[in-house]
Antibody, heavy 115, light 111 residues
Framework: EVQLVESGGGLVQPGGSLRLSCAAS????????MHWVRQATGKGLEWVSA???????YYPGSVKGRFTISRENAKNSLYLQMNSLRAGDTAVYYC?????????WGKGTTVTVSS | QSALTQPASVSGSPGQSITISCTGT?????????VSWYQQHPGKAPKLMIY???KRPSGVSNRFSGSKSGNTASLTISGLQAEDEADYYC???????????FGGGTKLTVL
Protein backbone atom coordinates (compact mmCIF):
# COMPACT_ATOMS: atom_id res chain seq x y z
CA GLU A 1 0.00 0.00 0.00
CA VAL A 2 1.31 3.42 -0.98
CA GLN A 3 1.55 5.50 2.18
CA LEU A 4 2.97 8.75 3.52
CA VAL A 5 3.17 9.37 7.27
CA GLU A 6 4.16 12.77 8.64
CA SER A 7 5.59 13.39 12.09
CA GLY A 8 7.43 16.03 14.07
CA GLY A 9 4.70 18.61 14.55
CA GLY A 10 4.07 20.32 17.85
CA LEU A 11 3.97 23.57 19.76
CA VAL A 12 6.87 25.96 19.24
CA GLN A 13 7.48 29.56 20.28
CA PRO A 14 7.75 32.35 17.71
CA GLY A 15 11.28 32.47 16.37
CA GLY A 16 11.80 28.80 17.13
CA SER A 17 12.58 25.84 14.90
CA LEU A 18 10.98 22.52 14.10
CA ARG A 19 11.84 19.63 11.80
CA LEU A 20 9.06 17.68 10.13
CA SER A 21 9.53 14.20 8.70
CA CYS A 22 7.55 12.20 6.19
CA ALA A 23 8.03 8.42 5.94
CA ALA A 24 7.16 6.91 2.58
CA SER A 25 6.30 3.30 1.86
CA UNK A 26 4.82 1.17 -0.90
CA UNK A 27 6.58 2.89 -3.82
CA UNK A 28 10.06 3.73 -5.11
CA UNK A 29 10.57 6.94 -3.15
CA UNK A 30 13.71 7.98 -5.02
CA UNK A 31 11.80 8.12 -8.31
CA UNK A 32 9.33 10.80 -7.24
CA UNK A 33 9.34 14.53 -6.64
CA MET A 34 7.88 15.35 -3.25
CA HIS A 35 6.01 18.33 -1.80
CA TRP A 36 5.03 19.93 1.48
CA VAL A 37 1.64 21.64 1.53
CA ARG A 38 0.10 23.36 4.54
CA GLN A 39 -3.38 24.34 5.63
CA ALA A 40 -4.22 26.76 8.42
CA THR A 41 -7.39 26.01 10.35
CA GLY A 42 -10.41 26.92 8.25
CA LYS A 43 -8.22 28.10 5.38
CA GLY A 44 -7.16 26.79 2.00
CA LEU A 45 -4.17 24.80 0.84
CA GLU A 46 -0.81 26.52 0.43
CA TRP A 47 2.17 25.00 -1.35
CA VAL A 48 5.22 25.23 0.91
CA SER A 49 8.07 23.49 -0.86
CA ALA A 50 9.06 20.78 -3.29
CA UNK A 51 12.13 18.68 -3.97
CA UNK A 52 13.07 16.94 -7.16
CA UNK A 53 14.49 13.47 -7.52
CA UNK A 54 17.98 14.97 -7.75
CA UNK A 55 17.47 16.86 -4.49
CA UNK A 56 16.80 20.22 -6.12
CA UNK A 57 14.65 22.33 -3.75
CA TYR A 58 11.92 24.84 -4.55
CA TYR A 59 10.13 27.35 -2.31
CA PRO A 60 7.54 30.12 -2.54
CA GLY A 61 8.56 33.56 -1.36
CA SER A 62 6.65 33.20 1.92
CA VAL A 63 9.05 30.58 3.30
CA LYS A 64 12.21 31.03 1.23
CA GLY A 65 15.22 31.52 3.49
CA ARG A 66 13.39 30.12 6.54
CA PHE A 67 12.42 26.59 5.44
CA THR A 68 14.67 23.88 4.02
CA ILE A 69 13.37 20.77 2.31
CA SER A 70 15.53 17.68 2.02
CA ARG A 71 15.24 13.98 1.35
CA GLU A 72 17.07 10.81 2.33
CA ASN A 73 16.29 8.19 -0.29
CA ALA A 74 18.03 5.39 1.63
CA LYS A 75 15.52 5.94 4.43
CA ASN A 76 12.52 6.68 2.17
CA SER A 77 12.16 9.93 4.05
CA LEU A 78 11.33 13.56 3.33
CA TYR A 79 12.11 16.39 5.73
CA LEU A 80 11.19 20.03 6.27
CA GLN A 81 13.43 22.10 8.52
CA MET A 82 11.51 25.18 9.62
CA ASN A 83 13.36 28.08 11.23
CA SER A 84 12.33 31.56 12.41
CA LEU A 85 8.78 30.35 12.81
CA ARG A 86 5.95 32.84 12.94
CA ALA A 87 2.34 32.67 14.08
CA GLY A 88 1.34 32.63 10.42
CA ASP A 89 3.13 29.30 9.97
CA THR A 90 0.58 27.60 12.25
CA ALA A 91 -1.08 24.92 10.14
CA VAL A 92 -1.44 21.26 9.35
CA TYR A 93 1.51 20.27 7.19
CA TYR A 94 0.98 17.56 4.58
CA CYS A 95 3.59 15.79 2.54
CA UNK A 96 2.52 14.74 -0.94
CA UNK A 97 3.97 12.75 -3.80
CA UNK A 98 4.12 13.97 -7.33
CA UNK A 99 5.69 15.82 -10.21
CA UNK A 100 2.99 17.61 -12.19
CA UNK A 101 0.29 16.85 -9.63
CA UNK A 102 0.08 15.50 -6.08
CA UNK A 103 -1.38 12.02 -6.25
CA UNK A 104 -0.70 10.68 -2.76
CA TRP A 105 -1.05 12.64 0.47
CA GLY A 106 -0.26 11.90 4.08
CA LYS A 107 -2.69 12.64 6.90
CA GLY A 108 -0.70 15.64 8.07
CA THR A 109 1.07 16.84 11.20
CA THR A 110 0.05 19.93 13.15
CA VAL A 111 2.42 22.81 13.81
CA THR A 112 1.39 25.49 16.28
CA VAL A 113 3.51 28.60 16.69
CA SER A 114 2.55 30.41 19.86
CA SER A 115 4.04 31.86 23.02
CA GLN B 1 -5.46 36.23 -1.11
CA SER B 2 -5.03 33.03 -3.12
CA ALA B 3 -3.34 33.09 -6.48
CA LEU B 4 -6.22 31.27 -8.19
CA THR B 5 -9.81 32.45 -7.75
CA GLN B 6 -12.59 30.01 -6.96
CA PRO B 7 -16.16 30.68 -5.83
CA ALA B 8 -16.46 30.29 -2.08
CA SER B 9 -19.43 27.98 -2.36
CA VAL B 10 -21.63 26.12 -4.81
CA SER B 11 -24.62 23.90 -4.24
CA GLY B 12 -26.77 21.44 -6.08
CA SER B 13 -29.39 18.78 -5.56
CA PRO B 14 -28.72 15.05 -5.86
CA GLY B 15 -28.59 14.02 -9.49
CA GLN B 16 -27.83 17.51 -10.77
CA SER B 17 -24.57 18.76 -12.27
CA ILE B 18 -22.43 21.58 -10.93
CA THR B 19 -19.34 23.34 -12.21
CA ILE B 20 -16.60 24.96 -10.13
CA SER B 21 -14.46 27.56 -11.83
CA CYS B 22 -10.81 28.32 -11.15
CA THR B 23 -9.53 31.57 -12.62
CA GLY B 24 -5.86 32.32 -12.90
CA THR B 25 -3.70 34.32 -15.25
CA UNK B 26 -1.66 33.87 -18.40
CA UNK B 27 1.28 33.04 -16.12
CA UNK B 28 -0.30 29.96 -14.61
CA UNK B 29 -3.58 28.37 -15.77
CA UNK B 30 -3.35 30.01 -19.18
CA UNK B 31 0.19 28.87 -19.88
CA UNK B 32 0.29 25.28 -18.70
CA UNK B 33 -1.92 22.21 -18.96
CA UNK B 34 -0.94 21.37 -15.40
CA VAL B 35 -4.16 22.08 -13.54
CA SER B 36 -5.23 19.59 -10.92
CA TRP B 37 -8.25 19.36 -8.64
CA TYR B 38 -8.45 18.02 -5.09
CA GLN B 39 -11.38 16.95 -2.95
CA GLN B 40 -11.14 17.36 0.81
CA HIS B 41 -13.66 16.11 3.32
CA PRO B 42 -13.62 17.70 6.81
CA GLY B 43 -10.66 16.54 8.87
CA LYS B 44 -9.24 14.50 6.01
CA ALA B 45 -6.30 14.86 3.64
CA PRO B 46 -6.90 16.14 0.12
CA LYS B 47 -7.55 13.58 -2.61
CA LEU B 48 -6.55 13.99 -6.25
CA MET B 49 -9.62 14.04 -8.50
CA ILE B 50 -8.36 15.49 -11.80
CA TYR B 51 -4.84 16.05 -13.14
CA UNK B 52 -3.40 17.68 -16.25
CA UNK B 53 -6.66 19.60 -16.75
CA UNK B 54 -8.93 16.69 -17.65
CA LYS B 55 -7.39 13.34 -16.72
CA ARG B 56 -8.94 11.16 -14.03
CA PRO B 57 -6.82 8.98 -11.73
CA SER B 58 -7.73 5.34 -11.48
CA GLY B 59 -10.58 4.86 -9.04
CA VAL B 60 -12.11 8.33 -9.43
CA SER B 61 -15.68 8.29 -10.68
CA ASN B 62 -16.30 9.34 -14.27
CA ARG B 63 -18.87 11.76 -12.87
CA PHE B 64 -15.90 14.07 -12.32
CA SER B 65 -14.50 15.90 -15.33
CA GLY B 66 -12.18 18.83 -15.95
CA SER B 67 -11.65 21.37 -18.68
CA LYS B 68 -9.85 24.62 -19.40
CA SER B 69 -10.50 27.69 -21.51
CA GLY B 70 -7.97 30.48 -21.53
CA ASN B 71 -7.07 31.42 -17.97
CA THR B 72 -10.00 29.55 -16.40
CA ALA B 73 -10.17 25.89 -15.51
CA SER B 74 -13.35 24.11 -14.49
CA LEU B 75 -14.37 21.03 -12.55
CA THR B 76 -17.75 19.53 -13.36
CA ILE B 77 -19.48 16.97 -11.20
CA SER B 78 -22.45 15.27 -12.77
CA GLY B 79 -25.09 13.15 -11.04
CA LEU B 80 -24.38 14.78 -7.68
CA GLN B 81 -24.31 12.42 -4.73
CA ALA B 82 -24.34 13.14 -1.01
CA GLU B 83 -20.74 11.95 -0.65
CA ASP B 84 -19.58 14.62 -3.10
CA GLU B 85 -20.19 17.24 -0.41
CA ALA B 86 -16.68 18.50 0.38
CA ASP B 87 -14.22 21.29 -0.27
CA TYR B 88 -12.61 21.39 -3.71
CA TYR B 89 -9.30 23.03 -4.56
CA CYS B 90 -7.70 23.73 -7.90
CA UNK B 91 -3.94 23.92 -8.34
CA UNK B 92 -1.81 25.07 -11.24
CA UNK B 93 1.83 25.12 -12.17
CA UNK B 94 2.93 28.76 -12.35
CA UNK B 95 6.40 28.65 -13.84
CA UNK B 96 9.89 28.21 -12.47
CA UNK B 97 9.72 31.14 -10.03
CA UNK B 98 6.43 30.46 -8.25
CA UNK B 99 6.02 26.80 -9.14
CA UNK B 100 2.63 25.82 -7.64
CA UNK B 101 -0.40 27.89 -6.71
CA PHE B 102 -3.70 26.79 -5.21
CA GLY B 103 -7.15 28.26 -5.38
CA GLY B 104 -8.89 29.41 -2.23
CA GLY B 105 -11.22 26.42 -2.27
CA THR B 106 -14.92 25.92 -2.95
CA LYS B 107 -17.34 24.37 -0.50
CA LEU B 108 -19.80 22.11 -2.31
CA THR B 109 -23.12 21.56 -0.57
CA VAL B 110 -25.43 18.79 -1.77
CA LEU B 111 -28.91 19.97 -0.87
Amino acid sequence: EVQLVESGGGLVQPGGSLRLSCAASGFTFSSYDMHWVRQATGKGLEWVSAIGTAGDPYYPGSVKGRFTISRENAKNSLYLQMNSLRAGDTAVYYCARGLDYMDVWGKGTTVTVSS
Amino acid sequence: QSALTQPASVSGSPGQSITISCTGTSSDVGSYNLVSWYQQHPGKAPKLMIYEVSKRPSGVSNRFSGSKSGNTASLTISGLQAEDEADYYCCSYAGSSTLWVFGGGTKLTVL
